[in-house]
């Protein structure tokens, strides 16, 4: 009789690990209001960007409070869960809290998780697109496991505060890349649409990835570490034309295609 049970059981569910995208909301702020102000006005333009993706909220950068002097400072996770879920997520779980905020996360309903968390090159920081503080606003990652022909299609645009992440592979973005926004890849970037934000290829290393657009107009290029910033303007050639940027050495190459 058990083993019969045990069979019927077995045909009806099985549990398997699975790797899944998901957005990760980087906090930098505890201040909701704030939050939800930063939040508006960098969806403002793309109401229906996440089509109820499942979201990560990231304490790891949140600042200290001033007012209270905590360093750690508390948040209302249940206000906090209304808040992303009005912009069309689904909050699911906490990374980078201390014992207090990790304890307040399970208490309203959250799991807690640890997330590779996408690299960046060193750079100058953008100026804040929302009426928040730059120190204030709220950073989205999309952290994508590439698929398994190893290229992530980005099929939307991408504005500012928004940051897509392929790890382990190629990206390909068909649509604008936003003053901004960021495109980051651990091989090639393709954008095929203008790209006027940043964009990151080779992020862990690889010298041999390449960054490629329609239409050259980025604030600021990487590869493998190397980078440059718009503070040095591109040359007339491929200045708003098709181009293509590869590592010479510790030099990028801008070259038209």
Known sequence: MADVSAART????????????LIA?????????VLAEALDAQLADSPDFFEQEPVVIDLSQLQPDEESGEESPALDFAALRGLLARHQTQPIAVRGGNNAQNAAARAAGLSLTA??????PRSPAPPAASPAPASEAPQIVREVPVP?????????????GQQVYARGGDVVVTAVVSFGAEVIAD???HVYAPLRGKAIAGAR?????????????????????IYRT???PLPDPVLGKPAQI???GKKLVIDPI
Do not use: Y
């Open 230 to 232: 718009n503070e040095v």
């Open 10 to 21: 077995k045909a009806v569910f099985e549990f398997k690990s699975a790797t899944l995208p």
């Open 25 to 33: 909301v980087i906090l930098k702020t505890a201040d909701l209001a």
């Open 115 to 120: 997330m590779p968390v996408a690299p960046a």
């Open 205 to 225: 290393g690889n010298t041999e990835a390449r960054i490629f657009s329609t239409c050259m107009e980025a604030q600021l290029v990487a590869i493998a570490g």
């Open 246 to 248: 590869r590592l010479d």
């Open 187 to 189: 091989g090639n970037v």
């Open 148 to 160: 398994a022909n190893g290229t992530l299609l980005i099929d939307k645009p991408l504005r500012s």
